[in-house]
């Protein structure tokens, strides 16, 4: 058997987001992915939005706690505005070679506006100029399933299983029109990672 060589794969830059309703499994499937192309001695950086450790995010944290008040789209303009806060370090790790992982981005925003009857066309102005998306994967979980998940704590977004819905359904829609891949996230842990790295690894070689 060939030995597997122990230095890093050097492949041009790719920026791979994870997408789903809250409690889908994305934070596990990114940790998950992140060890498998540690395995695999690939250089990757992963990140999750909204990243409520910048100003923006800390707003954005307010605002899901129910503790601020914001009109619609401003709502939507302030998660843009917390990727356009990463816009450099994600250009900086892309141009380094590294695969990004990323744990929700401008499909998730897409997908929110779109439920809340937002245009299109207006959502993608927010996101023009930020690094794209290299693969979009959306784990799809029901509505019921992401209600079920979280039991205590939740959300303005979570508590809402009728948006939910209309999330969902959105999801389903723009990954039909924008060709991203859609798993089953009701399997277990291990086939949904299963699943996702097959996506992956077909992306990468």
Do not use: C
Request: hydrophobic share 40%; glycine share 4%.
């Amino acid at each position: 058997m060939k030995k597997k060589s122990s230095i890093n794969k050097k492949i041009k830059g790719s920026l791979i987001v994870l997408e789903g309703l809250d409690q889908s499994g994305k934070e596990t499937q990114i940790k998950l992915l992140a060890k498998r192309l540690e395995n695999e001695k690939y250089r990757f950086q992963k990140i999750a939005f909204p990243d409520y450790s910048t100003p923006i995010g800390k707003e954005i944290e307010a605002f899901l706690q129910g503790k601020r008040a914001y009109y619609l789209r401003l709502r939507h303009m302030l998660y843009a505005a917390n990727r356009w806060e990463k816009k450099e370090d994600i250009e900086s790790w892309l141009n380094q070679g590294k695969i990004v992982i990323i744990d929700r981005y401008s499909q998730s925003n897409l997908a929110y506006g779109l439920a809340h009857g937002l245009s299109l066309q207006w959502l993608f102005n927010l996101e023009k100029g930020l690094p794209r998306a290299d693969l979009a994967i959306v784990i799809d979980v029901s509505p019921q399933t992401s209600y079920k998940r979280k039991q205590k704590n939740r959300d303005i977004y979570e508590m809402d299983l009728d948006y939910l819905t209309k999330v969902r359904e959105a999801y389903l829609k723009l990954s039909r029109k924008f060709k991203w891949a859609v798993i089953d996230g009701e399997k277990s842990v291990k086939n949904v990672h299963a699943a996702i790295w097959k996506i992956v690894n077909k992306f990468l070689v």
